[in-house]
């Protein structure tokens, strides 16, 4: 590149600004006539008076990341306390799902907990013998709160906006996954009747939740 | 309603958006490709470029207010040219009833700005505070507008608090600028530009999910559109700061140095976005072009400043060598995907428009500068387009959707699940037999 510096440039042409003009007059202002300049000066009166550099001293507003990548999910209106697993999208294109049964998974190319669109969570209802860990989902009521611990530990809390029951190959996924300009989270598990040769629970039970604000 | 928002809704892309519309022929197979140029994307672009044009042009305007500038009423008149674009664009979603009722409340409140500024050019608390009050009930008004508009799909109380960042950021980039805190000025402008592509998000997205077959049922928000809406950004921000800084530049102005920094900024936020997709190299080599094409309009500037005609020649021959190396560098990088000529052409157009609001700017000819100012910030959207139609074409893989098509498997969990235990049963009754057949066998030999 044979092209001279931006920066170098910068410089010399900051020194030929300033060496220019003076603070009150545009170098546009100057080539003008007097009686221009005169309705110039009139309406620069009524405008502010250029001031010299200062402080402002209040910090920036904008918008602050809350979200976070999800470790541990406590439910207490239903006793759940879990540990949570990161999965993807499985070859069949189902959502993935906990190893253990008494884990939660975290859809990780989804959303983070806390941010704007769609973070869902999912967890099974029941194992061989007994209960899984989103056994008790269903009780969940308007109102409830869940948490959702960081890496960090920094933990965000969720309520309960609502649930819905869909059957398991006519959800619309899309929308459950989909962005939404709210900090939505979703816990999924099944629900249902179970029909061993249609792929055991015909339903999926998803809860609705939105960040708490504070 | 219903009937409005059918008849209106064909005119979209053509009476709001000010880019060339394209010929959109998605079908319901192709959606699994990543694409740019989807009917939902296409909408949100359009509200990228209306909404983020607001926060620039009324940053500028009050500056312009502060300053007692000679072209404050033309930068007005640009920002309620824009207000017309966005409520022809609202209209067309929702009825031009709706559209009526949104222009009149996005002047409203554009005019309690206006009040703040003469509030604080007369130094008079009572009238900013006022002014500060009206803002903040057009905000739950407005909301509340917009939150049945999109059939709550917009929630009031979150647009109302999306609505106070936007007035809190034009209000400190406005206060940042007369105490004199330039840096802090321009850094707030940028911010108040970056808020409005979360807004546009919002949006778009609520608008395509409760008008699905409007759009083909394509989706505003996907890692496709995600790229395209932050080129959006980063180009359109550079064409409007740049046009700021030459301004500022021929002016003498004391802001001069912290525009040019923001400038800046922006070009190594775009060269972040290059790297992401093309590594640290490709970044570096998009950031020495980058700059050095800023750095020959501030040649034009200085040229013109000293009424050197020689030396303004110098700089738009080097920004023609420019168009030619970096049209070269990108039909190179995206392997093809862009052509070099194509992309030279919209190059020339992009100088030629900003090399034409400023020029327009020192003949004080107002009307002309805001009017391409307009033009030259409209054109990077096409810019973004063309590009992000490149790189996502080259790089399928990495802008797929990020979606299972289908909901978790999340009946019984763990390994012993009943349907694995009758195959994990049916293999150890098949080995059984087999080694018995083999003892079998033994036993004959």
Redesign the interface.
Known sequence: MKRILFFLLLSVFLVACNGNSDTSSSAEGQSKNEEVNQEEADEEKKGLQKKKQGMYDDPIIKEEDVSLTPKRIQIPAIGVDASIENVGTLANGQMGVPQDEQNVAWFEPGAKPGAKGSSVLAGHVGRTEGAAVFYHLQNLKKGDEVVVTGESGDSLTFVVTGREVFPQNNAPVEDIFGYTARKSMKLITCTGEYIRNSGGHQDRLVVFTELKEA | MNKNVRNAFLAVPLSVSLLIPTTLSVSAQDHAKPSVTTEAVELRSTLDNLLSEHAYLAVETMRK??????D?EQSAAALSANTEDLSGAIASVYGEEAGQQFSQMWTDHIGFFVDYVNG??NNDEEMKQMALDELNQYRQDFSQFLESATGE???AD?LA?GLQ?HV??LI?AF??Y?????E??Y??ER?AI??MY?VS???S??IV?QFPDKFNNT???TPAADLRSNLNHLLSEHAGLAAMAMQN??????D??AS?QALSNNTDDLAAAISSIYGEEAGAQFK??W??H???F??Y??AT??DDAEMKEEALQ?LTQYRADFSQFLETATGGELDADVLAGNLQEHVNQLTGTFDSY?E?DYAATYEQLRTAYAHMFGASKALSSGFVAQFPEKFAA?????????????T????N?WIFASILALLATTTLFIRKSENQQ
Do not use: C, W
């Open positions: 207010g502060a300053e007692g500038a000679a404050f604080t050019a799909r917009l929630e979150a608090e960042m809190k950021q400190g206060d940042s007369v105490a004199g805190d330039y802090k000025a850094e707030y911010e970056k808020h979360g998000k919002g949006l997205s609520a999910n989706k505003a928000v530049g021929i002016d003498g102005a004391e001069f140095d040019v020495e072009m700059s050095g800023i750095g020959n501030v040649d500037v200085k400043g000293a080097a020192v004080e990020d979606m299972p098509s289908e909901m978790p498997d999340t009946g019984l969990g763990g012993a699940d009943s349907n235990m």
